[in-house]
């Protein structure tokens, strides 16, 4: 089956490299959106680096700092509304992945309308929007580098990606892993396991292919191995460059390959249940890691995975090898000091025939390696809650 790869966006990677968010923005504007986070990246220094550089570009930027975790719809209204009072002519998004798709998605509505009737309605974005500038400053979603903003719906209770089209790419992403040095323990957890789920989905997807396989992998073998250097030491900036260069290879194999029913099961559980959602992918991706296996080509790039990872010795068979990528990953999530429970959240089984209507219909579920029926999301749901 023919596929397609496609990265857009100009990345400028390493240590100190935010002092070029002036730079690059000013190719596009003299008038800049800055948005954020409410805490996180003025704590860390990171806005006043961020403001510091558009200020010293001559770039006269306005703050939107509403951003929260599982950002709601009215947070892209509220910024895209600063967005036209201040007369924005670039968007520069710094913070987690929440921020960056509120961002992207304030970016791509036309000046003066609601972001609803796009995101619930199905009303067809008309782009090009605003050129966006993207600065993440957690090693995660890879938002910085795909065409989708992933955003809640409180009102329906939906957790869903905003897409339109290539040019929803942001034009630069600025990857600066220093910013990461102050990214607290659990966010760090959490983060990087949701770019470990998203490589090792991409890997296997039904969009895969061979650029696609080449960055997953590496971003697989990367993140597994320095992840839990940089929450045991997160001072260590070779193992928070890893993490931060890999979370964003994770993004730019799955824009192309697509991901799994790990994610497709994952937006209506977190939405529902108010769930992280990089726990909650980590959670569900050994179970349908072993469903997976069931699919030959499945088998054998889990088998290629465990070998990279020396989860596997050389000449395991693809079986064998399979289940050790499975056991391998619980042992990594076991040092990382996670247990992959629903328990945790005390998730009701009277909710999973719901969670599973819901996760059906996406594309996510429809690129997983194996068909996925509603009575398979249940049993995967019934086995994470053991």
Same mark, same amino acid.
């Given at each position: 089956m023919p596929n397609s790869f496609l990265v857009p966006t100009k990345v400028v990677a390493g240590a100190g490299s935010i002092a070029s968010v002036g730079k690059e923005t000013g190719a596009f504007g003299s008038r800049a959106l800055v948005v954020t986070g409410r805490t996180s990246a003025r704590e860390s220094g990171a806005l006043d680096k961020c403001l510091t550089s558009l200020a010293a570009a001559g770039i006269e930027a306005a703050v939107f700092d509403g951003c929260d975790p599982e950002p709601p719809l009215a947070a892209v209204d509220a910024a895209s509304e600063t967005a036209r009072r201040h007369r924005a002519e670039v968007v520069v998004a710094i913070g987690g992945g929440s921020? $960056?798709?509120?961002?992207?998605?304030?970016? &791509?509505?036309p000046p003066g309308e609601s972001v609803v009737p796009y995101f619930r309605g199905g009303k067809p974005l008309r782009g090009p929007g605003l %050129?966006?500038?993207?600065?993440?400053?957690?090693?995660?979603?890879?938002?910085?580098?795909?065409?989708?903003?992933?955003?809640?719906?409180?009102?329906? =209770?939906?957790?869903?990606?905003? =897409?339109?089209?290539?040019?929803?790419?942001?034009? +630069?992403? $600025?990857?600066?892993? @220093?910013?990461?040095?102050?990214?607290?323990?659990?966010?760090?957890?959490?983060?990087?396991?949701?770019a470990l789920c998203q490589a090792i989905e991409a890997l296997v997807s039904q969009g895969a292919g061979p650029f696609t396989d080449a960055l997953a992998l590496d971003a697989a073998a990367m993140i597994a191995h320095s992840l839990p250097r940089a929450v045991e030491k997160p001072s260590d900036l070779k193992a928070r460059s890893d993490v931060h260069y890999g979370a964003?290879?994770?993004?730019? &194999?799955?824009?192309?390959?697509?991901?799994?029913?790990? *994610?497709?099961?994952? *937006?209506?559980?977190?939405?529902?249940?108010?769930?992280?959602?990089?726990?909650?992918?980590?959670?569900?991706? %050994? *179970?349908?890691?072993?469903?997976? &296996?069931?699919?030959?080509e499945a088998r054998s790039k889990y088998a290629v995975l465990a070998g990279r990872l020396s989860w596997a010795p050389p000449g395991a068979l693809d079986a064998e090898a399979?289940?050790?990528?499975?056991?391998?990953?619980?042992?990594?999530? *076991? =040092?990382?000091?996670? @247990? %992959?429970?629903? /328990?945790?959240?005390?998730?009701?089984?009277?909710?999973?025939?719901?969670?599973?209507?819901?996760?059906?219909?996406?594309?996510?579920?429809?690129?997983? %390696? =194996?068909?996925?029926? /509603? @009575?398979? +999301?249940?049993a995967i749901l019934e086995s994470a809650c053991l």
């Open positions: 921020a $960056i798709d509120v961002a992207k998605a304030a970016a &791509a509505v %050129p966006l500038i993207a600065v993440p400053t957690t090693s995660g979603t890879g938002s910085e580098v795909t065409p989708n903003a992933v955003l809640s719906d409180p009102g329906t =209770r939906t957790k869903a990606s905003l =897409r339109a089209g290539d040019w929803m790419f942001p034009k +630069v992403a $600025i990857l600066d892993p @220093e910013l990461t040095l102050s990214c607290p323990r659990d966010v760090t957890v959490a983060a990087g396991l949701d964003s290879m994770a993004g730019m &194999a799955f824009a192309s390959a697509r991901l799994g029913a790990v *994610h497709g099961i994952a *937006h209506p559980l977190g939405a529902r249940y108010g769930i992280p959602h990089g726990l909650a992918c980590a959670t569900l991706l %050994p *179970h349908v890691m072993r469903f997976n &296996a069931e699919n030959e399979s289940r050790m990528a499975v056991e391998g990953l619980l042992k990594l999530m *076991h =040092r990382l000091g996670f @247990e %992959p429970t629903l /328990r945790q959240w005390n998730v009701s089984t009277s909710d999973f025939g719901a969670i599973a209507d819901a996760s059906l219909p996406s594309g996510s579920m429809k690129h997983n %390696p =194996r068909a996925m029926s /509603r @009575e398979d +999301v249940i």
